[in-house]
Structure formats: structure tokens, C-alpha cells
């Protein structure tokens, strides 16, 4: 029973999935829901990217081999036979890595259905993305009088529960988890977001449905009972709780939000450009720690390839599509974001806006 | 009861121990057995705690909710794959002197034996890596042979056979620097040894004429480390040596013929991306899968982006390997098939 899917970011990277696995394998299925915003009817004229998913046979024929089957690699082509974490598991290929379209193949069991998502797609579209001039960042971004505000942090830093308070406020919603950037002007990638019991915004708390709320419950205790080694997320489509939505808007104000032990008073500090690109390209590097290990090694054997340049060129169209139009801003939060925290924020946003 | 081990890694660094684990097979517990020394060093440039520990978490950076992060400084409660967990700070994280306080518990017969591997693997030999860097060394993920005081160096990726091409020429009257590891000095050109676990090595290359141990020598392997009878330590180059050549092993397939071997940049970029990938390899894979470091560095560096992990890789190797590579002094070559490999010595 094979399922075909079509996906367009914002017209400007389209992708098709083809499912070929049994109905068991796709119980765990996130991508469905993750990228349910994105979903498009009819098959677009041209597909950047081709993802399978289900059993395949890996094509090795010119290839370098890394420890003895650890990796493959050859030219635009990349090969990884055994991935895992947490009993979730993982094989995929990479035919045509510079191709106008390429073919990602994958099998996995059905919690790897769960990992698939963040640790090969996500980084696909985010090089794709790359590539074309439309570099993501990790954050969170709201919009007000076509005004674009961002804020970027790694996990535990709050995007989410900013993003979701400041709805509250009267903002418009573009995305709580990557931002594509582009001359300057923030372009919505609205994913499903990732609802656990402790980023719930009031917002979403009175919008479950009663059945979300016991599911949240459930994977609360599952996570205390594993001791924090199962964590499983409920994922909610933004549309479903916020009627502000927004496709993109010219960014005002960038922030970086630190939590620091020890911070009562939230310390918000303007500052340059140049001050805040590397923290936008470490913190990307750390959303995808398994690809960079495939870059590395990748490197050995190809170091003039694209995929060996990536962080390179990430950090290059970053410089290149963000301006001094833009105010930045640097935060050090309390550990735990509080009201007090979102006020702070929306003083400096409210601050010379129009 | 703590059990202190000293190291002294040749005149350049000196290292301290400090364990309240029992480890039943020491060999295995302590991979830096060949620096060992009897003295007890006074200001030792790293020392490594393992047992319990009380962190000072005040005025820390947290990220994703796990990495506690300062000038200097950090802390992480980190696990794998539900096979082992552990608490690991280090105090010195990018400028020496480093204090690493580490205290973790591995699941299975790696806790009865070796204990103390872990953090060896997962945080010191990184810090010993950084350390060596900052002093003007680069310890190269290559292997290293030596005959008639000049050296001959094996950079290539896991699998790429070093081990067996430094066994045969072992045969042909070579001594070893390391069959995993060396330490470049990258002011003189010279190559000091870098062995780890190198009762392991003298037993490979004693009793089992290939790399992968069949199960009848693991066995005989563990009952010899029991032992703690020497092996065959003289198959070691205790004394420094001049560099002569570096041998890029890449096995090339025929097919892809317009691959640029001799570029000299990319050389330099092969040299850095095999160090780095490194760091993601672990001595462990049973536990480990995969070392998290990398990670912490990542995590600092989202922190502290200029910080010297940062200026070691992008700066002083990349400036230091380039002028070895441009140099005359130095040969450098690339090495299509181990029987070349062999032949070429």
C-alpha cells in the first residue's frame, strides 16, 4: 500500500514522500502531522527532494568504506547502514546530494519513524534551504504590523512559551521552531508544535480536546517513570490553536535568549550583527549532532564537496541575508521563563516599534 | 580509598589519576599505562577525579537543559543509550590547568572490570588532545612506524588498515609510535609515541597475526592482562624521531578517477576533518556508540564561540599543517592498496 505525499516550503523547496511500509511501521509516524502545514494537493512541477521510505537496496558500487561498513561515501553520494538511539533504529541513503533532485531512502523500525524526522529530513531541508538562499535558523518568530520578531535559543531556552504568550498578546504566529531567512525578511515554517506538560502556554491549555489532555498526562508519568529516558512529545498543528497566522514579514528585532542559573532580573543587551552569527550557526550545528559526524567523516574523502563546506556556506548566507535593518539583541533569562521574562521582552519590542 | 596513578607524556605533559573505583583488570582500566610513572607529580597539568563529586553550578549558561556551561568551565549530566550514565565536569574546559571531577555508573561486566575507561575515553583523552595543542603538538589520529631515527606516518579513516600495515612492517625491523595515535610536534617536525592500551597492540602482534581477535585470543588476552607480565614492550620508539613522510591512505576506487588526491589544501582539509571525526570515535562502541564531546564542545562554543577548541582546529592546526604540507622536508603521499602501503617502506 503505497501512500504518495507532496510537500511545498513555501514554493520554494518542494518534495515528494513515498511511503512503502505496512501499516504498523507508520503508527509512529510524525511526519504526517509535523509537516501537515506544508502539505499540497497536486504533484509540483519540480521536486528538489524524493524521500522513500521502506526497505531498499543501497547502491555501492563506487564507494569509500569507513570502518569496515560503518559508512559508505562516494561522489554526491552517501550511504549509512546502522543508526540508533533508544531502541529506535535506522538505515538511509543519499543518491545525488548536489542533483537538482535528490533521492533519500529509508528504512527504519517503527520508533525510528519517531527520530527519522529530526535527525535526517530536517537536516536535508535545512541544507536544501542552504543551498538555495534561504538559510534556517532555530527559532521561534511572531509578527506584529508586518514586523517580524525572532527569537533563537537552544532547547530549554523558551521559544516556544515566548512565541505561544506573545499570540496571547495580539501577535501573529509564523513558526516556533525554525525560521527561514531571507534579505532580511523572516518566511513562516509552521511544524506542528511539540507539546509536553511544561511548555504549556494558556493558550493551548484551554484549547485541548480531552482525549490531548489525558495523552499528555500519560507520557508525563512515562517520562518519570523512565527517569527522563522516554520522552514523548504530543504534536499539535499551530492552525489548530492560533487563527494568526503569518507567511512572512521584515524583521525588526532579532533576539538570543540565554538562561543562566542565578538570574532574577532578565539582562537584555543590544548589540551587532557580528556579535550573534556564530551563536545562530552553533546552535543549528547542535540541532543535528548525528549529521555532523557524517560531515566530518564525509570531509575526509571529499573535502570540496558542498556537503563537506555546509557550515562554511550556512555561515555565509546568514551574513548575507541579515542586515543592519535589523536590531539585535542579546538575553540572559531566568531558567525558567516567566511572565516576568515575556514583559521584559515586550518593553525592548514595544520600544521604537511603529 | 582512592587509588592515584601518575603520567608523565614525555616532557610535554603530566597527568594525575585519582579513583575510588576497584578495576579487576587494571590493563584495561588504565589505557595510559606506557606513560606510567612512580613519582607522585606535584601540579600535574590535568588531573582526572572519579567518584563522587558536588559541582558549583552558580552563574551557569544551561543548555538543552543539560550542559551547564562557564568562562572555563562545564558541566553535564549526560547518558548513553541507557548503558551507562554519568555527572562530568571540568574545570579548565579550553585553558589548562584542567580538573576533570567525574563520577558515572556503567551498566554490565565494563563496571566489575574497567570502571574507570569511561571517562578516559569520553573526556581525557579529548582534554589530553587540546592540551597537546596548545603546546605547539597535534595528536594525529594516524599511525606512526619508525626505523633509523625518521618516522613515517599513516593518516586514514577507521578501517583504512593502519593496523596492519604497521604489523607487517614490524616484520622488516620497524619500531612503533602508535598504531592509533601519535604525538606531532609541530615546531621541529619530530613524532613522539602515543600508545594506548599497549599490552593490547604487543599482544596482537605476538600471538594473532590479524587486527580482529578471534574469541580463543580474546580469552588468552584477558587471562595475559591478568597476569601483568610484560608482552613485548620493545616493539615501542621510546625516543623522539624526525618526521620523514605522511601517507594519506585512501583506497581509491578505480572508478572515480577525477578525484583530486594532490591538492594540497585539500590534503590540509583531510588531515583536520580525520582529527575531528576522531573525536567522534569511541574506544567503547559496546557503550558508547558514539563519544559525546563533540557535543560539548558544540555546546561551549554556542556559549564562548571564540574559545580555543575553536582557535586549535580553525587556526593553529590548520596553519601549522599547512606549512608541513608545503614543506620539502616532509614527504607527502597517497596510498591507493595496502601491498603499496607495505612495499613502499
Keep these: 500500500m503505497v501512500k ?91 543518491e545525488g546530494i548536489e542533483a537538482s533532485t535528490t533521492y533519500i531512502r529509508i528504512s527504519c523500525n517503527p520508533l525510528g519513524r519517531i527520530f527519522i ?129 503569518c507567511e512572512k514579514a521584515k524583521i525588526e528585532k532579532m533576539f538570543i535568549i540565554f538562561p543562566r542559573t542565578d538570574v532574577i532580573e532578565p539582562k537584555i543587551i543590544e548589540t551587532k550583527k557580528e556579535e550573534i552569527l556564530d551563536h545562530l550557526v552553533y546552535n543549528q550545528m547542535l540541532e543535528f549532532p548525528l549529521f555532523n559526524r557524517y560531515i566530518y567523516e564525509y570531509s575526509y574523502f571529499f573535502p570540496d564537496s558542498p556537503l563537506s563546506r555546509h557550515w562554511e556556506t550556512y555561515k555565509r548566507r546568514l551574513n548575507e541575508n541579515l542586515d543592519n535593518s535589523t536590531k539585535y539583541y542579546k538575553a540572559i533569562v531566568p531558567t525558567r521563563i516567566n511572565i516576568y521574562t515575556i514583559e521584559k521582552l515586550l518593553e525592548v519590542i514595544n520600544d521604537g516599534a511603529n | 580509598m582512592v587509588l592515584t596513578k601518575n603520567y608523565r607524556i614525555h616532557n610535554i605533559l603530566t597527568i594525575q589519576i585519582n579513583t575510588q573505583n576497584k578495576a579487576k583488570l587494571p590493563e584495561l582500566n588504565f589505557p595510559l599505562s606506557y606513560f606510567e610513572v612512580d613519582e607522585d607529580i606535584t601540579d600535574p597539568d590535568i588531573i582526572l577525579n572519579i567518584g563522587p563529586f558536588k559541582p558549583d553550578l552558580s552563574g551557569s549558561y544551561v543548555v538543552d537543559h543539560k550542559y551547564y556551561i562557564k568562562d572555563n568551565y562545564f558541566h553535564c549530566s549526560d547518558t548513553a543509550n541507557g548503558k551507562a550514565s554519568w555527572k562530568l565536569e571540568i574545570i579548565g574546559f579550553e585553558r589548562p590547568p584542567t580538573i576533570i571531577n567525574f563520577h558515572g555508573k556503567i551498566r554490565g561486566i565494563y563496571q566489575l572490570l574497567a570502571p574507570d575507561l569511561l571517562v578516559q575515553d569520553l573526556a581525557l583523552l579529548p582534554m589530553i588532545e587540546l592540551a597537546l595543542g596548545l603546546r605547539g603538538f597535534m595528536l594525529l589520529h594516524a599511525g606512526g612506524i619508525s626505523k633509523n631515527k625518521h618516522a613515517e606516518i599513516f593518516v586514514g579513516r577507521a578501517g583504512s588498515r593502519k593496523t596492519t600495515i604497521i604489523m607487517d612492517s614490524i616484520k622488516s625491523g620497524y619500531r612503533v609510535l602508535g598504531d592509533d595515535r601519535v604525538i606531532l610536534d609541530l615546531e621541529n617536525y619530530t613524532v613522539h609515541s602515543f600508545p594506548i592500551f599497549p599490552k593490547i597492540f604487543e599482544f596482537i602482534v605476538k600471538y594473532s597475526k590479524r587486527e580482529n581477535l578471534s574469541l580463543y585470543h580474546k580469552i588468552r588476552l584477558l587471562y595475559l592482562l591478568r597476569e601483568e607480565t610484560s608482552i613485548l614492550p620493545q616493539i615501542w620508539e621510546n625516543e623522539s624521531v624526525k618526521l620523514r613522510s605522511i601517507f594519506y591512505l585512501i583506497f581509491i576506487n578505480k572508478e572515480l578517477k577525477n578525484l583530486t588526491i594532490n591538492n594540497k589544501d585539500a590534503l590540509l582539509l583531510r588531515m583536520i576533518s580525520n582529527n575531528i571525526a576522531e573525536l567522534y570515535t569511541t ?33 593553529i592546526l590548520k596553519t601549522k599543517i599547512k606549512q608541513i604540507i608545503k614543506t620539502k622536508r616532509v614527504h607527502i603521499g597517497v596510498v591507493d592498496n595496502i601491498q603499496r602501503a607495505i612495499s613502499t617502506l
Aim: net charge positive; charged share 20%.
Design chain 1, 4 to 94: 504518495k505525499s507532496y510537500y511545498s516550503v513555501q514554493n520554494i523547496l518542494n518534495f515528494a514522500v513515498i511511503d512503502k511500509t505496512s501499516i504498523i511501521n507508520r503508527l509512529m509516524d510524525k511526519f504526517e502531522v509535523h509537516y501537515a502545514n506544508f502539505k499540497v494537493e497536486d504533484e509540483p512541477g519540480n521536486l528538489d527532494m524524493i524521500f522513500e521510505i521502506g526497505k531498499f537496496k543501497p547502491k555501492l558500487s563506487n564507494t569509500y568504506n569507513v570502518g569496515d561498513g560503518k559508512y559508505y561515501f562516494g561522489q554526491d553520494y552517501l550511504y549509512v547502514p546502522h543508526e540508533q538511539c533508544k531502541g529506535a533504529k535506522w538505515r538511509f541513503e543519499i
Design chain 1, 117 to 245: 524526522v529530526g535527525n535526517v529530513i530536517d537536516f536535508l531541508i535545512h541544507f536544501k534551504l542552504t543551498e538555495m538562499g534561504y538559510p534556517m535558523i532555530h527559532a521561534s518568530s511572531l509578527c506584529k504590523n508586518n514586523k517580524a520578531i525572532l527569537f533563537s535559543t537552544r532547547g530549554g531556552g523558551g521559544k516556544t512559551t515566548i512565541a505561544l504568550h506573545l499570540v496571547e498578546h495580539g501577535f501573529g504566529f509564523l513558526g516556533d521552531n525554525f525560521t527561514i531567512l531571507h534579505k532580511s525578511t523572516a518566511l513562516s515554517f509552521p511544524t506542528s508544535l511539540s507539546i509536553f506538560t511544561y511548555n504549556l502556554a494558556p493558550i493551548i491549555k484551554n484549547n485541548l480536546t480531552q482525549k490531548q489532555k489525558i495523552e499528555l498526562q500519560i507520557k508525563h508519568l512515562i517520562y518519570r517513570m523512565t527517569k527522563g529516558y522516554a520522552k514523548f512529545f504530543t504534536k499539535l498543528n499551530p492552525r489548530r490553536v492560533i487563527n494568526n497566522m
Design chain 2, 283 to 315: 574506544v567503547i562502541p559496546s557503550i558508547l556508540q558514539r563519544r559525546a564531546f563533540p557535543n560539548y564542545i558544540l555546546a561551549y562554543s554556542y556559549i564562548f564561540p571564540e574559545n580555543n577548541w575553536i582557535r586549535l582546529y580553525n587556526n
